[in-house]
């Protein structure tokens, strides 16, 4: 186990992707020292915060708790914040966080907590015993089981683990627009994954407007102690996709089903929670819970809730003035990604060409990897993603 050293008690970002790149700007602009930990090179690691970079085994794997233990003792560090970006990390810290919180300070809940998140079948149903709104949704256990008459086609099948589901079919999601397609579906998965451990739901229709909210929290024991909202205004796949233009905004009612649901887990640390409004009934239904930081996590610290600080804040004990988000608007931008995708759904009549180019003069906008006062990692970004073009 490490012992004490004169070292200011610092904060492990692992995975440095954006919004990796994010917290360690927060918490290196700060004066908290910051190591990145990814499993390959990365944009974080060209930050001018990142004090040490390291590569790992794979998040989802146990030997990646085992190396962070052994990082601790090489380097001599205690108590440093462990602040994960990624799903498979935060399933592993989960899994070990008894082990791990001998070495450093976890936020990550136990599993009895991240188990009915990643289940996606158990918090749809602990969403609907809290009346929450969720699409209608069928688990069947074969495949001639019968359609209940409220699933309407079109429908997505996922995994109730996406992780597990994704490692055993090569798809995060099949897509059926009649009963035909979803037992094909169904027969082809059954090869490879338990059925059971599905599920089907109808596809809330898109009618370019409806896009994902994304409400966003701190927690302690369940009770949000800080919060911010904000909204995908363009993504790639264009429909339900990757964030590459976003707004801050606020919506009542996904704060309140935010507050009921986040209250019956007890949870604690920082959670993104998607809903999409369904423009039959006009009803925000909850799509999943990232019990994480996310893409776009600079848009709330633009908007006063810096989500990194108030982490390593609460573990340190630290008397925390949780902030209230700013109401005016602000937007976050991918450049690169944003281009090209709306550049194609120009050209496919999805994205309308005055509303793009408008979105270009809007003030108050957040780059996803640039920054005057740390420019190499949207150097290196901008490197990454033309070596990763020019060998595909």
């Known amino acids: 186990m490490p012992s004490n050293t004169n070292k200011q008690s610092g904060a492990i970002i692992i995975e440095g992707h954006i919004q990796g790149l994010s917290n360690t700007r ?49 380097e001599q560090i205690k108590d440093w914040v462990l602040i994960p970006s990624n799903d498979h990390a935060v399933y592993t810290l989960s899994k070990h966080k008894r082990e ?49 008459k409220k699933l309407d086609f079109p429908v997505l099948t996922k995994g109730r683990n996406g992780l597990s589901f994704y490692r055993a079919t090569g798809k995060k999601a099949y897509l059926a627009h009649n009963e035909k397609e979803l037992r094909g579906q169904l027969l082809h998965i059954q090869r490879h994954y338990d059925i059971s451990k599905t599920f089907t739901q109808e596809l809330i229709f898109y009618n370019g407007k409806n896009k994902t909210i ?41 704060y309140r089903h935010s507050e009921k649901l986040l209250k019956s887990l007890r949870y604690t640390g920082v959670c993104e929670v998607e809903y999409l409004q369904d423009p039959r ?21 633009a908007s006063g809730v810096d989500y990194a600080k108030i982490i390593y804040d609460y573990l340190h004990k630290e008397t925390i003035d949780y902030p209230q988000a700013r109401l005016g608007t602000n937007y976050w931008i991918n450049p690169l990604t944003d281009i090209v995708f709306s550049a194609m759904g120009i050209l496919k009549a999805q994205l309308n060409p005055v509303t793009y180019f408008l979105s270009l003069f809007k003030n108050n906008k957040v780059n996803a990897y640039f920054s005057i006062n740390d420019p190499m990692p949207g150097l290196a970004y901008f490197y990454y993603l033309l070596n990763f073009a020019r060998h595909r």
């Open 214 to 254: 994304s409400f966003t929290a701190f927690c302690d024991k369940g009770e949000i102690m800080t919060h911010w909202t904000g909204v995908k205004l363009r993504e790639h796949p264009i429909k339900f996709g990757t964030a590459t233009f976003t707004k801050s905004t606020y919506i009542e009612a996904c």
């Open 281 to 301: 009934d006009k009803e925000y239904k909850l799509i999943e819970i990232n019990p994480r930081t996310w893409l776009w996590v600079a848009l709330a610290k």
């Open 100 to 148: 791990l919180e001998k070495f450093y300070r976890v936020i990550t809940p136990e599993l009895e907590i991240i188990d009915p998140i990643y289940d996606k079948l158990k918090l749809l149903n602990l969403a609907e015993k809290n009346n929450i709104p969720v699409p209608i949704t069928q688990n069947f256990h074969s495949v001639d089981e019968p359609i209940t």
């Open 26 to 74: 927060s918490l290196g602009e700060a004066g908290i020292p910051v190591y990145v930990v990814d499993r390959g090179f990365c944009i974080a690691m060209h930050s001018r915060y990142c004090k040490k970079f390291f590569r790992s085994p794979d998040f989802i794997k146990d030997d990646f708790a085992w190396f962070l233990m052994d990082l601790a003792e090489k």
